[in-house]
Each structure stands twice: as structure tokens, then as C-alpha cells.
């Protein structure tokens, strides 16, 4: 069991003790065989007292922590957030891997020396529910379908990308457990556990008669099948012995719009379900969905309503915007491409603010390849490229979202580092939080808001 402790909340039992990061939890309660933040909960659940068995990072001493304390004295707080641990991963042993040779997955589109993490082929159903990565459902095995039906997680998020067997089969080159989806979802459905579905669009494939059939299917399967995600595949310039496969352009944009449009319109609350990805509307240079189209903007990490929640985040607030500020700020925005177009109709508003110039560069995807346009996807190289012949000194600081950083670092997808950035820069980098909300960016621009009465 490798239980490490990532931090310890503040006022908690384990910040009491003293724990810190680095510390592996042996053992609860005696339990010394828990796999998983499942088995965690499963053994806080209702505690009356905690007893942990710690190996010390530091020293490398093992001591025994015990925690008592009784259900009155918690208030409203439950167990696991009284004893406030927060572990480096939720699963404590082996993540369960691929088993399929999809050839539009990203993972074998990537050029070797990525850092390490970038490779693992995760397909645990257990990391769908706390991390929202997608499972395809192929690797399950007796044990897995026994703890899913007691545990009942949700939502998963699920890899389903087409439910007609034979193109399954062909997309996921799985012939023994590929074309099983449908069994697998009326599973997850008998068993009431929500999930979300994403379709990868791969034109020629999974388009046209199939993909008709795979919203029907998905559709029917309501209400447990919360979402479907319609994406378009993503396509890099390192395919070397993968299967060819076609981009989408305008042309199937406009087509896929137009399909999924048609689907609404004959089926009763396929609107509130289904959705697609903003890259199709604007490749086929069609204009957004309503705000509220999006429902809960439930599957904003697949590229799902990205836009539209920040345009309208940010016209919410316009009249809380200041007519000047001061001291004058220039500041450059660093954004992939799909992003500057949504960002444009904002920064032309923001550069009305007297004393304030917003300067915007998209950044070309030259590790990727010019198929890939996603800020997510911006790697540290391909902004010094960008911005190496030109004086950035005139600029106060330069922003980018933080979807372009590896999670709680300063690391981008290359390895190249925020400070190395800065340094060509001349200027510091600040980071949008949350790339999906104008708060967000109105709070790293610093511009003060008014009070609206």
C-alpha cells in the first residue's frame, strides 16, 4: 500500500499530529490492505475512533498515531475531513492500463523525452470518478464489477466514441471487448450509476449513419448517461506507424453541426444531453449555442462550452468595469488559437478602459503541429519561439490560462519551466486560474471593480 500523504488540512486531526507531506499511511484501524481512497472512506465511515500507522518521511521511522475521538464531537464535519488528509493519489496501488491501440490516441501522438507521466495509459474506472478521466470499460474484471456494485461511483466518465460494435471494434482495435459497450453501459445503468460519454469524431469512421446511431443509443440511455461529448480528434504531427486517419475541417464541421441539430430537434431532451465540442462551431463558422444550452456546463475540460461561459462570465460583469485605471498597464496575452478568437470580442471591451492596453499573441503549435490549436496544448517552447524576435520590455507582465501548466507547478507540457519563459520575456507571467471564468482574468489583470448599485 503506498498511502502518501500529498498536504494535511489546517485545524485537523493529522495537522495536530504533525503529519506532513511524505508520510504513508501503513495501516487504519489495523486495516493494512486498502487500494484505494475507497477503502479510505470505507473504514472513516462512522468511525468513532482512528487509530494510523505512519512511516515518517523524514526519519524514516515508524510510529503509531492514534486518533480517538467521538461522532458528538465532530459537529458537522464527517471523519475523513476531521482527520483532513489529502493523499498524492487516490489509488494506493497499481493504476489499471489500457488495453486497447486506439489510433487517435494522444498518448502515442507524443515525441519521446515528455516527462514520464505523460505516457501512462490510464484506463482505471476508479480514477474516472475522482479524477474525471475517461475509461473505455474494456479491462474490467470480476473483482472490478463486484466493488462497482457496491460502491455505485459516479459519475464515470466514459470513452464511448461509437456503440455501433464493428466501429468500436475498428476505433479501439479490441475484438474480444471492444463492441461491448452497449452491455457495459445498460450495466452501469442497471446499477444507477451516473456517467458521462464522449464521442472522438474521426471523419469516415464513426461519422454519418454511426454517429446517428450512437447518439440514439446514448440518448435512450437517460438519465444515467448524463452527457455526451461530441469532440473533434485531435490529430499531432507524430504519427509515425499509426493508422491514417482525416482531420476535421469546415466542411465535416458544418455537417456534424448540422446532424446534431437535426438529432435535437426530433428528440426530446437531446439538447440538454448532447453537445459539441466549441471547435466545431467555429470551424464551421457558426455561432455559439445560448448559455443556456449548457445546462451545467458539466464536461468543460473536453472543450464543451468553453467559450460561451467565459463571453458570458464576462458581459455579467461589464458594467462593473471602470471607465480608466491607473497606474497604465500593457499587458500581453498568451493563448492557443481557438482561445484568442473567443478572447477578441473581450479584449477589444477591455481596451476601452482608459489606462489599460491588452495586447494579445496566439501562439502556433509548432511541437504539435499546426492541427492542434488548443491553449492546453501550448507547450513552453512553442511561446519562446513565438516571442523570441520581438522587445517585450514595454510590457508590464504577460498572462496565460493555467490549463497550459502542469497541475501545482510551474511546468509546461515540454518541461519547460514558467521561469525560463519569463527570463526571454523580460517580464513576469501571471497565471489565469480558471481560463473559463472572467472573474478569473479580471482578477490577474487587476483591474478593480466598481460597485453596481
Known sequence: MEAVVHSVQPDSLAEMADLVAGDKVLAVNGRTDLEDLFDWQFELADAEAVELHVLRAASG??????????????????PETAVGIVFQSPLFGPIKTCNNACPFCFIDQQPEGLRSSLYVKDDDWRLSHFNQTYVTLTNLTERDRSRMATIRPGPLYVSVHSTVPEV?????????????????????????IPFHAQVVLCPGINDGAALDQTLADLH???????????????????????????????????????????????????????????????????PLPSYEAYGEFSVLEDGVGTARSLID?????????????????????????????????????????????????PIESRFWGDAVD???????????????????AGYDFAVIPSVMLKQDTGLFLDGITTAEVEAQLGIPLRLVADPYDAHSFIETLRIPLIKVP
Open 61 to 78: 521511522d515508524e510510529e503509531i498515531l492514534e486518533f480517538e475521538f467521538d461522532s458528538d464531537s465532530l459537529e458537522d464535519e464527517d
Open 168 to 192: 468500436r471494434i475498428k476505433m479501439l482495435k479490441n475484438p474480444k471487448f471492444a463492441g461491448k459497450i452497449m452491455d457495459e453501459l445498460r450495466w452501469l445503468q442497471s446499477l444507477g
Open 313 to 361: 462570465s464576462f458581459f455579467a460583469l461589464e458594467s462593473a468595469l471602470p471607465k480608466t485605471i491607473a497606474p497604465f498597464q500593457k499587458v500581453l496575452v498568451l493563448t492557443g488559437k481557438l482561445a484568442a478568437m473567443t478572447l477578441d470580442p473581450i479584449l477589444r471591451r477591455l481596451n476601452e478602459i482608459d489606462g489599460l492596453y491588452l495586447d494579445c499573441l
Open 220 to 286: 435512450s440511455l437517460a438519465p444515467e448517461c448524463l452527457s455526451v461529448a461530441v469532440i473533434p480528434v485531435g490529430l499531432t504531427q507524430y504519427r509515425e506507424g499509426l493508422d491514417p486517419l482525416e482531420s476535421v475541417d469546415s466542411a465535416v464541421a458544418t455537417t456534424v453541426v448540422n446532424q446534431v441539430e437535426a438529432f435535437w430537434a426530433k428528440n426530446t431532451g437531446a439538447q440538454d444531453q448532447i453537445f459539441l465540442s466549441d471547435e466545431f462551431y467555429h470551424k464551421a463558422g457558426r
Open 374 to 392: 488548443v491553449a492546453g496544448l501550448v507547450t513552453g517552447q512553442d511561446i519562446l519561439d513565438a516571442t523570441k524576435d520581438s522587445d517585450w
